[in-house]
């Protein structure tokens, strides 16, 4: 089952460092995996996704690393700034649903000028 | 419209009343889901739609919750006699089409709701 906490896992960097977010994903039928960022006040905005048939994408300043064998995700985020402050989750297609996403709960990155 | 737009952005009702929460897709979006997003929790699944219909209500917590889908577009997601438990975010998120996947699952906005 799911833990329950109200307290989200921070990650505090200094601007112009790399950022390394984690993330255990529960189900190793899921196919599907996306990074979301989320802003105060505002819905989950894609990042990145990655599909189980690869272990590296990347993107404009971000990397997604998956590793099957040990069910984790990781986004890597390069030259960090200000903007890049939000909680991030991660998301997988829940058993291999082509519909339904199951969440992480959240990691809150500060990033400080 | 270019973005999932959900109203209110803030609702605050008292326990027991009943409220209507808004969801409007994106243009041609035909699929579309409900999640509920609790303090500090990542977020819950709550229903799905493809187009009018609902294969998937699995989420709804109780039989105060329900929701509807017209003409393939509004969506509405009602609680009634509202609980304390039920304060949270209520995200509305469209795509293409659930039966292709997830490509460009789309969230609005939010609504606030808190039950006082």
């Known amino acids: 089952g799911e833990s329950v906490g109200l307290h989200l896992p921070t990650l505090s960097v200094q601007e112009g460092d790399n950022s390394i977010i984690n993330c255990a994903y529960s189900n190793s039928a899921s196919d599907y995996f996306i990074w979301y960022k989320q802003e105060s006040g505002k819905g989950p905005q894609f990042i990145i996704d990655i599909r189980s048939n690869m272990d590296k994408r990347q993107g404009q300043r971000v990397t997604v690393l998956l590793n099957k064998t040990v069910k984790h995700l990781s986004l890597q985020i390069a030259a960090t700034q200000p903007g890049d402050s939000a909680v991030y989750f991660c998301a997988e297609n829940s058993g291999g649903s082509n519909y339904k996403l199951t969440f992480g709960k959240g990691t809150l990155l500060t990033v400080n000028p | 419209g270019a973005g999932v737009s959900q109203s209110p952005s803030n609702k605050v009702t008292e326990k027991g009343k009943d409220v209507e929460l808004r969801c409007d897709p994106i243009s041609g979006h035909t699929a579309l889901y409900w999640y509920r997003q609790s303090l500090g929790q990542g977020l819950e699944f709550l229903i799905y739609?493809?187009?009018?219909?609902?294969?998937?209500k699995s989420g709804l917590p109780s039989d105060r919750f329900s929701a509807e889908r017209t003409g393939g577009s509004v969506s509405t997601l009602t609680i009634q006699r509202t609980q304390q438990e039920d304060s949270a975010v209520y995200l509305c998120?469209?795509?293409?089409?659930?039966?292709?996947?997830?490509?460009?699952?789309?969230f609005g906005s939010g609504t606030r709701l808190t039950v006082v």
């Open positions: 739609f493809q187009g009018n219909s609902a294969p998937d």
């Open positions: 998120a469209s795509s293409l089409a659930g039966g292709q996947g997830l490509y460009g699952y789309t």
